[in-house]
């Protein structure tokens, strides 16, 4: 079965430090998200990528963050200055026309 | 506007019924619902669309009534493997396919 594949599952950095989450979507879906999910918490929205460009974004998705899908293939998210209060589960989610989401098994970044 | 769901947690014996509801404010155009176990990603268990449709998943099926902008997640004859958190996802007016999440409800199944 298709999967979305995330990388690194865990990253470490410093408050202040950019780090970029690496997303490879099912290669037949058309849209793609990022979310994601402080520890026991509910699944939120950050931003909906839809050809080539951002179709959506929360309010959370602010000026330290930013989307690409460089090569056709990969998705990444990339925050800038990396704040404590982003320390979450960040899931990378992909979806058919009409379909359900595949979600990857996300990066569980942790700032110190 | 993130939709409700009820109850927040239920704890079940093996082979007894749930229902897990998901409420919104806003008209949906469809409804998804995601079991998530700890430590791992959502997956998606069923889409529900505009018109009253009543999906199944093994024993697990779901209603979605528009009119009301509520949907209903039925779990029949629990099993163990059914311990998790439930999430419904809608899209409101969003032609993005950005789903809003509910809270979760928490479902534990006990021998």
């Known amino acids: 079965e298709p999967e979305v594949t995330q990388t690194p599952s865990h990253q470490v950095t410093q408050m202040g430090q950019e780090v970029i989450l690496r997303c490879v979507p099912i290669?037949?879906?058309?849209?793609f998200y990022w979310y994601r999910q402080i520890l026991g918490q509910k699944v939120e929205f950050l931003v909906s990528?839809?050809?080539?460009?951002?179709?959506?974004k929360s309010e959370i998705f602010d000026d330290q963050f930013s989307v690409e899908r460089p090569d056709g293939s990969n998705f990444t998210l990339k925050i800038r200055s990396t704040k404590l209060e982003d320390s979450a589960m960040y899931f990378c989610?992909?979806?058919?026309?009409?379909?359900?989401?595949?979600f990857g098994s996300g990066t569980r970044l942790t700032v110190v | 506007q993130q939709p409700v769901q009820s109850p927040q947690a239920v704890i079940l014996r093996e082979g007894e019924d749930a229902v897990i509801n998901c409420s919104s404010s806003?008209?949906?155009?469809?409804v998804h619902w995601y079991r998530q176990k700890h430590g791992e990603a959502p997956v998606f268990l069923m889409i529900?669309?505009?018109?009253?449709e009543q999906k199944g998943h093994e024993k697990i099926s779901a209603s979605f009534n528009e009119k009301k902008q509520q949907s209903s997640l039925y779990l029949t004859a629990s099993q163990l493997s059914y311990s998790g958190t439930y999430f419904c996802?809608?899209?409101?007016?969003?032609?993005?396919?950005?789903?809003?999440f509910g809270q979760g409800t928490t479902l534990q199944v006990k021998p």
């Open positions: 806003k008209a949906l155009y469809s």
């Open positions: 529900l669309l505009k018109g009253g």
């Open positions: 990528f839809y050809n080539n460009e951002i179709s959506e």
């Open positions: 989610a992909s979806a058919g026309q009409g379909g359900g989401y595949t």
């Open positions: 996802g809608t899209d409101g007016s969003s032609n993005t396919g950005k789903l809003i």
């Open positions: 290669s037949n879906h058309l849209y």
